[in-house]
C-alpha cells in the first residue's frame, strides 16, 4: 500500500488530522526522521487535538452564550468592584462545579453580571461539560409553550441533564404561579445533581418578597443560596462606560 492509498484511507475514516500529520511526517528530510513511536505519538497528538476543538467548539454552540467572546480570563478583577482575582481562579478550575455548587451574581444593570455568567458557562465547556445559558424570561415562556403542546416534561429533562445552566435576568420583573412552580421544578431536578448559576439585580435577602410566595421562596431559596458562591458586583455600568470610551480604550467586564 502506498503513502498516499494511507493517507485516503485515514481521511475515509474521519481521522483527517492524522493524515494531515502524516502527510507532513513524510515531507521531513530523511535526517529528520523521527522515531517510530515518535510519529505516532505526533499523529495521535494531532488527531486528539482536533477533536478536542471540535468537541468544544460543540460545546461552545450549545451553551447559547449570552457574550459569545465571555471568559473568565478577560474578567475584570478589582476588590472595589466585588470581584476577586482569587475567587475568580477558584472558580476557574470548575471544582464548584464537580462539588454541584451554584453561583449567584448580584448587582444592578451593566456592570457585567451577564458577562460573568457567560464566562463560567465557557470555562465549565472548556472542562467538557455540558452549559446552557438562558435568560429567566425566555425561559418562562418556553417552558409555558411546553406546558400547551406536552414537551413540559422532556423539556424539564433535558434541563435537568446540563452540568451548569445560566439563568440570567431572575426576577426581573413579577411571577405568575405557575412561573414560580415551574422553576421550583428545574431546581429541584438540579439540586444535589449539577450546578445553576443565577445573575440578578435583587440581593437573595430580597427574594422572598420579590418571589412574593412564601413556600415557593423558601423552596427555591433552600435549593440555590445554601450551597452558592455569592458574588455582589458594584461600580458604574460598564455599558456605560464601554460607551464613553474609543474603541480601542475598552475593557472586558
Keep these: 500500500m502506498t503513502d498516499e492509498e494511507t493517507i485516503e484511507k485515514l481521511m475515509r475514516m474521519k481521522l483527517t488530522a492524522m493524515a494531515l500529520s502524516f502527510r507532513k511526517i513524510l515531507a521531513h528530510a530523511p535526517?529528520?526522521?523521527?522515531?517510530?513511536?515518535?510519529?505516532?505519538?505526533?499523529?495521535?497528538?494531532?488527531?486528539w487535538t482536533l477533536r478536542e476543538n471540535r468537541r468544544l467548539a460543540r460545546l461552545i454552540r450549545s451553551a447559547h452564550l449570552s457574550v459569545a467572546d465571555a471568559c473568565l480570563e478577560n474578567a475584570w478583577c478589582d476588590p472595589a468592584r466585588g470581584l476577586e482575582k482569587s475567587l475568580v481562579r477558584e472558580l476557574g478550575t470548575a471544582k464548584?462545579?464537580?462539588?454541584?455548587?451554584?453561583?449567584?451574581?448580584?448587582?444592578?444593570?451593566?456592570?457585567?453580571?451577564?458577562?460573568?455568567?457567560?464566562?463560567?458557562?465557557?470555562?465549565?465547556?472548556?472542562?467538557?461539560?455540558?452549559?446552557l445559558c438562558t435568560r429567566v424570561p425566555r425561559l418562562l415562556n418556553e417552558l409555558a409553550i411546553a406546558h400547551a403542546?406536552?414537551?413540559?416534561?422532556?423539556?424539564?429533562?433535558?434541563?435537568?441533564?446540563?452540568?451548569?445552566?445560566?439563568?440570567?435576568?431572575?426576577?426581573?420583573?413579577?411571577?405568575?404561579?405557575?412561573?414560580?412552580?415551574?422553576?421550583?421544578?428545574?431546581?429541584?431536578?438540579?439540586?444535589?445533581?449539577?450546578?445553576?448559576v443565577i445573575t440578578t439585580q435583587i440581593p437573595t435577602k430580597h427574594w422572598h418578597e420579590n418571589l412574593a410566595d412564601p413556600t415557593i421562596a423558601d423552596a427555591i431559596c433552600d435549593r440555590v443560596t445554601h450551597n452558592a458562591h455569592v458574588i455582589g458586583l458594584r461600580g458604574p455600568s460598564i455599558r456605560e462606560k464601554k460607551g464613553m470610551l474609543p474603541a480601542q480604550e475598552t475593557t472586558s467586564p
Design 31 to 47: 535526517g529528520d526522521q523521527l522515531t517510530l513511536s515518535e510519529q505516532m505519538a505526533m499523529m495521535v497528538d494531532d488527531e
Design 149 to 196: 403542546d406536552g414537551s413540559f416534561a422532556s423539556l424539564l429533562a433535558r434541563l435537568s441533564k446540563l452540568d451548569l445552566l445560566v439563568l440570567d435576568d431572575f426576577l426581573i420583573g413579577p411571577l405568575k404561579d405557575q412561573e414560580r412552580r415551574d422553576l421550583v421544578e428545574i431546581l429541584e431536578d438540579r439540586y444535589g445533581h449539577s450546578s445553576t
Design 96 to 131: 464548584w462545579l464537580r462539588n454541584k455548587q451554584n453561583v449567584i451574581i448580584v448587582g444592578k444593570t451593566g456592570v457585567g453580571k451577564t458577562f460573568l455568567g457567560s464566562a463560567l458557562a465557557q470555562s465549565a465547556c472548556a472542562h467538557g461539560m455540558t452549559a
